[in-house]
Each structure stands twice: as structure tokens, then as C-alpha cells.
């Protein structure tokens, strides 16, 4: 494994009239050849003047880039596109091009001047294409592809320009679901099988801490930190980057859960290793109320229980009896919380009646 990109006390930001706006400073850390690395940080971090700032898109206001062991401004951009493909987010501008056409960019820096497609170079489109899984875009004009399908003909260019280093800015920022998943697991191989550096900012914080080998967690007060996410998990820079209120964050899985506020708690018995009753609970802790064992030292009342013995069913046991048996949570949901403010009323209505001196 060998260093591809090194910043040494980097500062990242933008010329502006009468000065400079420094988005990010003191930055240090390296790029690794056969690591996927991603890039993670609330809106406005500087994820993307960073990455702009290493595609030499725009100059460091201080600091150095080195890709290769060389200073990145000694390179000539022919160079450059020999080391690094990089992908943006926005590529509205390009049309009345096929998706295949875009692709066959990707050989530009290896075709020449007249850019003429040898064999070789078909043939590594051909493969990026299928790599991506767009072939059957390939005939496609790119104004009729939707944002998705565009995003993927831009890193198919990117393959194709068969760069050890390859820099992606949100690349699964449009793509459904399993397509993120998809992309992100084709970059991690293509990092590993082909010793490629690639490096992309994502929000998508826990695919990222699933499959990259190392994040870099970039903040404006708390600076940049490096590592493998499972030691980023167990010495609690995740939490301290991104946990918020009502966010927990579970070092174990490397995920984030919600946390509910509730109003109320609520009895619940069965089976607690069952899948029934754990997404009951869940469902429960959504709609408002707390799954507890029993009423003591809580505000549950003991004349509604759930019973989810894990056989698949859902039982509301009221004063002792079954009342409500369904298959369906979204059943039982419907029954509890007019059985609990029934007995809530009665209890009100009960307290009201009593005569404290009796």
C-alpha cells in the first residue's frame, strides 16, 4: 500500500474581493492506493472545496498537495488526467451527446489530438459500461436520462479514463436505494481488485461506515479527523461529529437510531428475542409510548397490558383479559391507545370523586 495523495497542512477556501475566505486550515492526512475513502460532514464543512482543492480544480491558499510524492502544481493538466478522474455532482450542461459518447471521454487524455478511439479504448467503454451497468443506456441521448442514470454514465467516465486516483463529489446523491448500495460496493472493488485510490464526499454516513475503508470527518470547529470507521467508532469521534439530540449512535453496528420522545409508558410481556416483540417496541416507542416491564416506578397502568407471546400474534389484555388478538401491529396500535385512555379517564374521574379527609 503506497501514499497517492498527502496534504500537509492544508488550507482550503476561495480568493474573494479584498482577501481570502478559508473554508478549512491545518488540514494533514494521506490518501492510500486499494482504500476507499470517504469524505463526511454537515452541510457547509468545506467537503466540497476540499475536493475541488485536490482535483486542482481550485488552488490551496496554504499548504501543500502532494499526488504521486509530487507537488501537485508542478503538473501539467495532461498529466493530471492521467492521475486523477474526477466526477462532480453537477452535469446538467452536457446534451445532445449518447451516454456512450460521454464515456469514451473518459479515454481522451490516451487518444490524441484527433481523440480517435483505438480498440483498446472501445473496449475499456464497453467494460466500464457494463461495470456501471448502464449498457443499455449506451444509445441514449444524456438530456433523456434521468439524474440518476446520468450520475452513472459520469463515473462509467470516470472508469473508463483508467486513473489510479479517482475523486467523486456526492456520487450516489441521486440514485435510489439499492443503487447506492450498488455504486458503493463497485467502488469498494474496484479500489481493492484494481489498487485505485478512490475518494468521495457522501451524506450517506451509514453506507459509508459500512463499506469504506477509512473516513475523514471534516467540521469547522473540530478540524479533520482520519481513520477506520471501527476505531473512529470506539474512541467516539463519530458521536462527537454527528450525534444531535434525539440521535443515538450504536458503536457496535456503526448506526444511528432515532430516539422518540414519549408520553406515556405502556406494559408489554413476551418473548423479548422475538423479532414481533422488538419491532413492536419499536413501533410502540414511534407512536408515543415506552415499552416497559411493569408499572412500578413508571407511568404505565396496569390495566392494559401487550402480550406478544411470538407466535406471530399481538394480544391487548384489559383487567386481566384478552380482549384484542391480530397478526397485524398496525391492529393492535389502533386498539391501545383508546383502551389506555379509557382507563385513564376512569382513574382521573375515580381520584376526582375521593374526599382526601375520608
Avoid at 473518459?106 to 484527433?114: K, V
Avoid at 434521468?146 to 450516489?172: F, N, W, Y
Avoid at 454527528?242 to 440521535?247: D, G, I, L, S, T
Avoid at 414481533?276 to 409510548?289: F, Q
Wanted: charged share 25%; with cysteine; proline share 3%.
Amino acid at each position: 500500500m503506497s501514499i497517492s495523495i498527502e496534504l500537509k497542512n492544508l488550507t482550503t477556501g476561495y480568493k474573494v474581493k479584498g482577501g481570502e475566505k478559508v473554508i478549512a486550515r491545518g488540514l494533514n492526512a494521506s490518501l492510500n492506493s486499494g482504500e476507499m475513502i470517504c469524505l463526511l460532514g454537515p452541510n457547509g464543512a468545506g467537503k466540497s472545496t476540499l475536493l475541488r482543492t485536490l482535483a486542482a480544480f481550485q488552488p490551496a491558499l496554504g499548504g501543500t498537495v502532494e499526488v504521486m510524492g509530487q507537488n501537485i502544481k508542478k503538473y501539467q493538466s495532461k498529466e493530471l488526467a492521467q492521475l486523477m478522474s474526477v466526477v462532480l455532482t453537477d452535469n446538467s450542461d452536457i446534451k445532445n451527446m449518447t451516454a456512450e459518447e460521454v464515456v469514451a471521454m473518459g479515454r481522451s487524455p490516451y487518444t490524441g489530438f484527433w481523440g480517435k478511439l483505438r480498440e483498446k479504448d472501445k473496449l475499456v467503454v464497453k467494460k466500464s459500461l457494463g461495470w456501471v451497468g448502464i449498457e443499455e443506456l449506451a444509445p441514449r441521448k444524456m438530456q433523456t436520462l434521468s439524474d440518476g442514470e446520468r450520475q452513472k454514465v459520469m463515473i462509467a467516465k470516470a472508469i473508463a479514463q483508467e486513473t489510479p486516483i479517482i475523486l467523486l463529489d456526492e456520487p450516489t446523491a441521486y440514485l435510489d436505494y439499492p443503487s447506492k448500495i450498488a455504486m458503493m460496493l463497485l467502488l469498494h472493488r474496484l479500489a481493492k481488485a484494481l489498487k485505485k485510490t478512490v475518494f468521495m464526499s457522501t451524506h450517506d454516513l451509514e453506507h459509508a461506515l459500512q463499506v469504506a475503508d477509512q473516513v475523514w470527518l471534516l467540521d469547522h470547529e473540530k478540524g479533520l479527523t482520519t481513520g477506520m470507521p471501527e476505531d473512529l467508532s470506539i474512541d467516539g469521534s463519530i458521536e462527537e461529529y454527528f450525534a444531535k439530540e434525539n440521535m443515538q449512535f450504536d458503536r457496535e453496528s456503526c448506526t444511528f437510531s432515532i430516539e422518540h420522545e414519549t408520553a406515556r409508558d405502556i406494559i408489554v410481556e413476551g418473548k423479548k428475542d422475538s423479532l414481533e416483540y422488538r419491532l413492536c417496541c419499536k413501533a410502540l416507542m414511534r407512536n408515543g409510548m415506552k415499552p416497559v416491564a411493569s408499572a412500578e416506578g413508571t407511568n404505565a397502568t396496569t390495566d392494559v397490558t401487550i402480550k406478544i407471546p411470538g407466535d406471530g400474534t399481538y394480544r391487548l389484555i384489559e383487567k386481566g383479559k384478552e380482549t384484542v388478538k391480530v397478526e397485524k401491529m398496525a391492529h393492535l396500535l389502533h386498539m391501545i391507545v383508546p383502551a389506555i385512555t379509557k382507563y385513564h379517564i376512569s382513574a382521573i374521574r375515580e381520584a376526582a370523586e375521593m374526599n382526601q379527609y375520608e
